[in-house]
Protein backbone atom coordinates (compact mmCIF):
# COMPACT_ATOMS: atom_id res chain seq x y z
CA UNK A 1 0.00 0.00 0.00
CA UNK A 2 0.90 3.22 -1.09
CA UNK A 3 0.57 6.44 1.44
CA UNK A 4 0.92 9.53 0.04
CA UNK A 5 -0.73 12.04 2.39
CA UNK A 6 2.55 14.22 2.17
CA UNK A 7 2.60 14.70 -1.59
CA UNK A 8 -0.81 15.35 -1.14
CA UNK A 9 -0.79 17.89 0.94
CA UNK A 10 1.78 19.61 -1.07
CA UNK A 11 0.87 19.59 -4.05
CA UNK A 12 -2.63 21.23 -2.67
CA UNK A 13 -0.61 23.97 -1.07
CA UNK A 14 -1.40 22.55 2.86
CA UNK A 15 0.50 23.07 5.47
CA UNK A 16 2.65 19.28 6.03
CA UNK A 17 3.80 18.17 9.74
CA UNK A 18 6.71 15.98 9.35
CA UNK A 19 8.58 14.40 12.67
CA UNK A 20 12.01 12.89 13.05
CA UNK A 21 11.68 9.30 14.02
CA UNK A 22 15.15 7.80 15.08
CA UNK A 23 15.18 3.70 14.13
CA UNK A 24 16.42 1.87 17.26
CA UNK A 25 20.38 0.95 17.78
CA UNK A 26 19.30 -2.61 18.32
CA UNK A 27 16.16 -4.68 16.86
CA UNK A 28 13.35 -3.66 19.40
CA UNK A 29 11.21 -1.18 17.45
CA UNK A 30 8.43 -0.84 20.20
CA UNK A 31 9.72 2.27 21.76
CA UNK A 32 9.76 4.28 18.26
CA UNK A 33 6.33 2.65 17.08
CA UNK A 34 4.91 3.49 20.26
CA UNK A 35 6.27 7.24 20.16
CA UNK A 36 4.82 7.74 16.26
CA UNK A 37 1.07 5.50 16.99
CA UNK A 38 1.07 8.49 19.57
CA UNK A 39 0.45 11.36 16.75
CA UNK A 40 -0.44 9.07 13.58
CA UNK A 41 -3.03 11.73 13.38
CA UNK A 42 -0.84 14.76 13.91
CA UNK A 43 1.59 14.17 11.50
CA UNK A 44 1.49 13.83 7.87
CA UNK A 45 4.81 11.19 7.83
CA UNK A 46 7.82 10.70 10.08
CA UNK A 47 11.16 11.57 8.88
CA UNK A 48 13.47 8.71 9.41
CA UNK A 49 17.15 9.46 9.23
CA UNK A 50 20.02 6.88 7.89
CA UNK A 51 22.62 6.54 10.65
CA UNK A 52 22.48 10.88 11.57
CA UNK A 53 25.99 11.53 12.85
CA UNK A 54 27.58 8.76 11.87
CA UNK A 55 26.26 6.54 14.52
CA UNK A 56 25.01 2.99 13.90
CA UNK A 57 21.82 2.05 14.04
CA UNK A 58 18.98 0.53 12.37
CA UNK A 59 18.88 1.63 8.80
CA UNK A 60 16.66 3.92 7.53
CA UNK A 61 15.09 1.68 5.09
CA UNK A 62 14.73 -0.58 7.78
CA UNK A 63 13.15 1.79 10.49
CA UNK A 64 10.57 2.86 7.77
CA UNK A 65 9.22 -0.08 7.06
CA UNK A 66 8.52 -1.06 10.35
CA UNK A 67 6.17 2.30 10.20
CA UNK A 68 4.93 1.93 6.81
CA UNK A 69 3.91 -1.74 8.35
CA UNK A 70 1.69 -0.21 11.24
CA UNK A 71 -0.15 2.41 8.62
CA UNK A 72 2.18 5.40 8.52
CA UNK A 73 3.58 7.13 6.35
CA UNK A 74 7.57 7.53 5.99
CA UNK A 75 9.89 9.92 4.65
CA UNK A 76 13.57 7.44 3.97
CA UNK A 77 17.00 9.67 3.96
CA UNK A 78 18.93 7.88 1.16
CA UNK A 79 22.96 8.54 2.31
CA UNK A 80 25.77 8.76 -0.07
CA UNK A 81 27.98 7.86 2.67
CA UNK A 82 27.88 4.08 3.07
CA UNK A 83 26.81 2.86 -0.28
CA UNK A 84 27.66 2.53 -3.94
CA UNK A 85 25.58 3.24 -6.42
CA UNK A 86 24.42 -0.27 -6.92
CA UNK A 87 23.19 -0.76 -3.44
CA UNK A 88 21.89 3.09 -3.32
CA UNK A 89 19.65 1.95 -6.00
CA UNK A 90 18.84 -1.15 -4.58
CA UNK A 91 17.33 0.05 -1.31
CA UNK A 92 15.61 2.85 -3.40
CA UNK A 93 13.68 0.48 -5.61
CA UNK A 94 13.28 -1.82 -2.28
CA UNK A 95 12.12 1.18 -0.69
CA UNK A 96 9.12 1.80 -3.26
CA UNK A 97 8.06 -1.88 -3.60
CA UNK A 98 7.57 -1.66 0.80
CA UNK A 99 5.11 1.60 -0.40
CA UNK A 100 7.97 4.22 0.60
CA UNK A 101 7.08 6.99 -2.08
CA UNK A 102 9.42 10.26 -0.29
CA UNK A 103 12.79 10.09 -0.34
CA UNK A 104 15.53 12.46 1.10
CA UNK A 105 18.61 12.55 -0.14
CA UNK A 106 22.15 13.82 2.26
CA UNK A 107 25.62 13.58 1.98
CA UNK A 108 26.01 12.16 5.62
CA UNK A 109 28.32 13.29 8.05
CA UNK A 110 31.81 11.68 8.05
CA UNK A 111 32.55 8.67 10.18
CA UNK A 112 34.95 10.23 12.31
CA UNK A 113 32.16 11.99 13.91
CA UNK A 114 30.13 8.66 14.79
CA UNK A 115 30.94 5.44 17.06
CA UNK A 116 32.64 3.68 14.54
CA UNK A 117 35.90 5.53 13.93
CA UNK A 118 37.19 2.86 11.47
CA UNK A 119 34.61 2.72 9.05
CA UNK A 120 35.37 4.12 5.44
CA UNK A 121 33.59 6.24 3.99
CA UNK A 122 32.12 5.66 0.32
CA UNK A 123 30.85 8.05 -1.23
CA UNK A 124 31.00 6.75 -4.93
CA UNK A 125 28.41 9.50 -5.68
CA UNK A 126 27.39 12.86 -4.71
CA UNK A 127 24.39 14.39 -3.93
CA UNK A 128 23.42 15.71 -7.27
CA UNK A 129 24.09 12.90 -8.52
CA UNK A 130 22.19 11.09 -6.12
CA UNK A 131 19.12 13.40 -6.82
CA UNK A 132 19.87 12.61 -10.59
CA UNK A 133 19.78 8.54 -9.71
CA UNK A 134 16.66 8.83 -8.20
CA UNK A 135 15.19 10.36 -11.61
CA UNK A 136 16.64 8.24 -13.67
CA UNK A 137 14.74 5.18 -11.80
CA UNK A 138 11.71 7.23 -11.98
CA UNK A 139 12.10 7.17 -15.39
CA UNK A 140 12.40 3.65 -15.97
CA UNK A 141 16.19 2.81 -16.35
CA UNK A 142 19.17 2.37 -13.73
CA UNK A 143 22.52 4.30 -13.51
CA UNK A 144 23.44 2.10 -16.37
CA UNK A 145 21.15 2.33 -18.46
CA UNK A 146 19.59 -0.70 -18.02
CA UNK A 147 15.44 -0.52 -18.18
CA UNK A 148 13.49 -1.21 -14.73
CA UNK A 149 10.44 -3.64 -14.41
CA UNK A 150 8.16 -1.35 -12.96
CA UNK A 151 9.67 2.16 -12.20
CA UNK A 152 9.56 4.22 -8.71
CA UNK A 153 7.63 7.57 -8.20
CA UNK A 154 9.45 9.40 -5.71
CA UNK A 155 8.60 12.65 -4.51
CA UNK A 156 12.06 13.78 -4.16
CA UNK A 157 13.76 16.04 -1.22
CA UNK A 158 17.35 17.40 -0.44
CA UNK A 159 18.87 19.14 2.72
CA UNK A 160 19.30 22.71 2.30
CA UNK A 161 21.79 24.99 4.31
CA UNK A 162 20.09 27.75 4.05
CA UNK A 163 20.13 30.24 7.15
CA UNK A 164 23.17 28.62 8.36
CA UNK A 165 26.44 30.90 9.78
CA UNK A 166 28.76 31.75 7.51
CA UNK A 167 27.26 30.37 4.25
CA UNK A 168 26.74 32.91 1.20
CA UNK A 169 22.85 32.95 0.45
CA UNK A 170 24.32 33.58 -3.22
CA UNK A 171 26.00 30.10 -3.30
CA UNK A 172 23.12 28.65 -1.10
CA UNK A 173 20.50 29.80 -3.60
CA UNK A 174 22.26 28.40 -6.95
CA UNK A 175 23.04 25.21 -4.69
CA UNK A 176 19.28 25.23 -4.62
CA UNK A 177 18.48 25.23 -7.90
CA UNK A 178 21.42 22.49 -9.12
CA UNK A 179 19.21 20.40 -6.86
CA UNK A 180 16.04 21.59 -7.91
CA UNK A 181 17.47 21.02 -11.89
CA UNK A 182 18.39 17.30 -10.62
CA UNK A 183 14.58 16.45 -9.38
CA UNK A 184 14.61 17.94 -5.70
CA UNK A 185 11.00 19.05 -5.38
CA UNK A 186 11.12 19.86 -1.18
CA UNK A 187 13.69 20.95 1.20
CA UNK A 188 14.38 20.30 4.41
CA UNK A 189 16.54 22.87 6.63
CA UNK A 190 18.46 23.00 9.64
CA UNK A 191 16.99 24.21 12.91
CA UNK A 192 15.61 27.20 12.39
CA UNK A 193 14.62 30.15 15.48
CA UNK A 194 13.50 33.13 13.19
CA UNK A 195 12.71 33.43 9.74
CA UNK A 196 15.15 36.30 9.42
CA UNK A 197 18.09 33.48 9.34
CA UNK A 198 16.87 32.11 6.32
CA UNK A 199 15.07 35.52 4.73
CA UNK A 200 18.14 36.36 2.51
CA UNK A 201 17.88 33.03 1.13
CA UNK A 202 14.70 33.11 0.06
CA UNK A 203 14.94 36.45 -1.53
CA UNK A 204 16.73 34.74 -4.07
CA UNK A 205 14.77 31.84 -5.25
CA UNK A 206 11.68 31.23 -6.68
CA UNK A 207 9.57 30.21 -3.65
CA UNK A 208 6.84 28.74 -5.89
CA UNK A 209 9.00 26.31 -7.15
CA UNK A 210 9.72 24.55 -4.41
CA UNK A 211 8.47 23.48 -1.07
CA UNK A 212 11.06 24.59 1.62
CA UNK A 213 9.84 22.94 5.31
CA UNK A 214 11.83 24.42 8.37
CA UNK A 215 13.92 21.59 10.91
CA UNK A 216 12.11 23.23 14.57
CA UNK A 217 14.45 21.41 17.06
CA UNK A 218 12.96 21.05 20.49
CA UNK A 219 15.52 22.53 22.60
CA UNK A 220 16.07 20.44 26.13
CA UNK A 221 17.72 23.02 28.63
CA UNK A 222 19.29 26.59 28.64
CA UNK A 223 22.35 24.33 28.00
CA UNK A 224 21.08 22.67 25.57
CA UNK A 225 20.40 26.31 23.97
CA UNK A 226 24.03 27.58 25.03
CA UNK A 227 26.12 24.44 23.78
CA UNK A 228 24.71 24.97 20.34
CA UNK A 229 25.18 29.17 20.11
CA UNK A 230 28.54 28.35 20.81
CA UNK A 231 29.57 25.12 19.10
CA UNK A 232 27.41 24.25 16.47
CA UNK A 233 28.28 25.75 13.14
CA UNK A 234 25.01 25.93 11.12
CA UNK A 235 22.64 26.67 13.56
CA UNK A 236 21.95 30.17 14.40
CA UNK A 237 20.21 30.44 18.45
CA UNK A 238 19.56 34.03 18.66
CA UNK A 239 20.94 35.19 22.61
CA UNK A 240 17.16 36.49 23.40
CA UNK A 241 16.34 32.71 23.13
CA UNK A 242 19.01 31.79 25.56
CA UNK A 243 17.56 34.97 27.83
CA UNK A 244 14.13 33.86 27.58
CA UNK A 245 14.91 30.10 29.08
CA UNK A 246 17.33 31.66 31.81
CA UNK A 247 14.38 33.71 33.05
CA UNK A 248 11.82 30.64 32.79
CA UNK A 249 10.26 29.21 35.89
CA UNK A 250 9.98 25.86 34.09
CA UNK A 251 12.38 25.59 31.13
CA UNK A 252 11.64 22.00 30.04
CA UNK A 253 7.61 23.58 29.72
CA UNK A 254 9.34 27.10 27.78
CA UNK A 255 11.13 25.12 25.48
CA UNK A 256 7.98 23.55 24.24
CA UNK A 257 6.37 26.58 23.90
CA UNK A 258 9.18 27.95 22.02
CA UNK A 259 9.10 25.09 19.39
CA UNK A 260 4.97 25.85 19.76
CA UNK A 261 5.55 28.86 19.06
CA UNK A 262 8.08 28.83 16.08
CA UNK A 263 6.06 26.32 14.13
CA UNK A 264 3.22 28.73 14.25
CA UNK A 265 5.35 31.63 12.99
CA UNK A 266 6.34 29.56 10.05
CA UNK A 267 3.09 28.20 9.21
CA UNK A 268 2.06 31.94 9.17
CA UNK A 269 5.20 33.03 6.73
CA UNK A 270 3.56 30.45 4.14
CA UNK A 271 5.98 28.14 4.45
CA UNK A 272 5.11 24.68 3.14
CA UNK A 273 5.58 23.06 6.46
CA UNK A 274 7.78 22.10 9.24
CA UNK A 275 10.10 18.93 10.37
CA UNK A 276 9.77 18.65 13.89
CA UNK A 277 12.87 17.46 15.48
CA UNK A 278 13.20 16.20 19.17
CA UNK A 279 16.73 14.38 19.45
CA UNK A 280 15.64 11.35 22.11
CA UNK A 281 12.46 13.26 23.12
CA UNK A 282 9.76 12.27 20.78
CA UNK A 283 7.80 11.38 23.78
CA UNK A 284 7.35 15.38 23.97
CA UNK A 285 6.14 15.47 19.81
CA UNK A 286 2.23 15.27 20.81
CA UNK A 287 2.34 17.92 23.53
CA UNK A 288 4.30 20.54 21.04
CA UNK A 289 1.96 19.37 18.38
CA UNK A 290 -1.23 20.54 21.13
CA UNK A 291 -3.13 23.66 19.19
CA UNK A 292 -0.66 24.14 16.62
Not at 37 to 44: H, I, Q, S, T
Not at 193 to 215: C, G, N, Q, W, Y
Amino acid sequence: MHLMQFRKKLEEGSFVVLAEMEPPKGVDTTVMTGHAVKVKGKVDAFLVPEMSNAVMRMSALGGAMVLQSKGMETIVQVCCRDRNRIALQADLLAAYACGITSVMAVTGQEPSYGDHHQARSVYDIDLLELLTAVSTLRNGRDMAGVELLGAPDFLMGASVNAGAPGISPEVEADDMKKKIDAGARFFITPPLFSVETIAPVLKRIDRSAVHIIPTVLLLKSLGMARYMARNVAHIHVPDALAERLETAPDRVRECVKIAKETISTFRAEGFSGVLLSTMGWEHKIAEVLEGV
